[in-house]
């Protein structure tokens, strides 16, 4: 049985979020578990903008990220495609939640493994989650597209997620299901 979501479109007021945050609202009246999914796919931003409280109006804020084209090609989602990336390789990305969340899924892309981790308000680790290597060769360099890949978190109280790898990666899109 297909279950459609209707989606929402954020007001003027907020034209940051007009063109890459949607919220898809439960069907009423579905027997399904009356979950609410927040998209982000970034294409609101800048590029070069320092994404810190952007999304605020969702509960999500971000440290130490920037909003870009990826300049090296084997990043690229599609030409018009912004993407987050660490300001500081080694820190990372954090995002962080006003309100527990009880799932977490970010679209990233990298050639060496990146582990995206979530923590409870205690400080806590909860669960964490490894992309796959995706080593490239010298001939690949020019034509290769990485493959995105999905990771993802559940648990019900996930307060702060970190993204980290030894090597560049870029994060694609962000979803959280809400209850």
């Given amino acids: 049985m297909a279950v459609s979501l209707k989606s929402f479109s954020y007001p003027q007021a907020m034209p940051q979020l007009t063109r890459d945050a949607h919220l898809h609202l439960p069907v009423i009246g579905s027997s399904l578990p009356q979950l609410k999914t927040v998209q982000i796919n970034f294409a609101g931003l800048a590029t070069f903008e320092r994404v810190v409280d952007q999304y605020t109006c969702l509960g999500i804020s971000f440290k130490g990220t920037i909003a870009l084209h990826p300049s090296n090609p084997a990043f690229t989602i599609s030409p018009e ?62 034509t290769l597209t990485l493959p995105q890949q999905l990771l993802s978190l559940k648990n019900h109280n996930i307060v702060q997620v970190t993204l980290h790898s030894v090597a560049p990666f870029v994060l694609s899109e962000l979803v959280l299901l809400r209850s």
Avoid: K
């Fill in 81 to 142: 495609a912004l993407v987050l990336m660490p300001m500081v390789q080694r820190d990372g990305i954090v995002l962080n939640f006003s309100q527990p969340e009880q799932h977490v899924e970010l679209w990233i892309m990298g050639t060496r493994p990146v582990t995206l981790a979530g923590w409870d308000s205690q400080g806590n680790h909860l669960s964490q989650s490894s992309s796959r290597d995706c080593q490239v060769t010298v001939s690949d360099r020019d």
